[in-house]
Nanobody, 120 residues
């Protein structure tokens, strides 16, 4: 089993910055891909960013240039640095992890979610 615990959400003004963290524990040796999804009220969950164990990253177009994903393999932790935040970034952010990219896209392990609210 894999446990993912997020932290760092909160309330921030538009234009501000925030960093999310997600620590993995349990059977983590096979977690090649880690990353973040988000779900805004009334919308489907969407991919925000992902990173492989080797450091290959992937971003949603809506966050490119503003968000940066990073990973500390020694700590089994993934981070999401969010800059120039916009009200439309408001959502519950979920940490996700999987053994492969296809698994990450279909059925990853999920964290419990952390709320980000960006005020205008």
């Amino acid at each position: 089993q894999v446990q993912l615990v997020e932290s760092g959400g909160g309330l921030v003004q538009a234009g501000g910055s925030l960093r999310l963290s997600c620590a993995a524990s349990g059977s983590i040796f096979s977690l090649n891909v880690m990353g973040w999804y988000r779900q805004a009220p009334g919308k489907q969950r969407e991919l925000v960013a992902s990173i492989s164990r080797r450091g290959t990253t992937n971003y949603a177009d809506s966050v490119k240039g503003r968000f940066t994903i990073s990973r500390d393999n020694a700590k089994d932790t993934v981070y999401l640095q969010m800059n120039s935040l916009k009200p439309e970034d408001t959502a519950v952010y979920y940490c996700a992890a999987a053994i492969s990219v296809p698994s990450f896209n279909r059925s990853p392990y999920w964290g419990q979610g952390t709320q980000l609210t960006v005020s205008s």
